[in-house]
């Protein structure tokens, strides 16, 4: 009998852990769940915006032009000059 009594407050022992630990673990995973939310809506919000002069002179920066656009872009101006 007092064997039956162990097993059993065992049991429920480990069977309570687990229920704390589950919740525990989905606890913590809702709440990381909403901080991404959180932020993936605050980097929509916080897109780039420029000023209209500038905006030019960043794009001309961020966006490599090709080899053959630099080529041509030389032609004219050394035609332009001469």
Do not use: D, W
């Amino acid at each position: 009998m007092k064997i039956f009594i162990t097993s059993a407050v065992v049991f429920v022992t480990i069977f309570c852990l687990i229920f704390v630990a589950r919740a525990v673990f989905f606890f913590a995973l809702n709440k990381a769940y909403k901080k991404y939310k959180k932020l993936k809506k605050f980097s929509q919000k916080s897109q780039k915006k420029y000023v209209k002069e500038e905006e030019e002179l960043l794009r001309k920066r961020e966006i490599p032009r090709a080899h053959s656009a630099v080529k041509a872009e030389r032609k004219n101006q050394q035609q332009n000059g001469a």
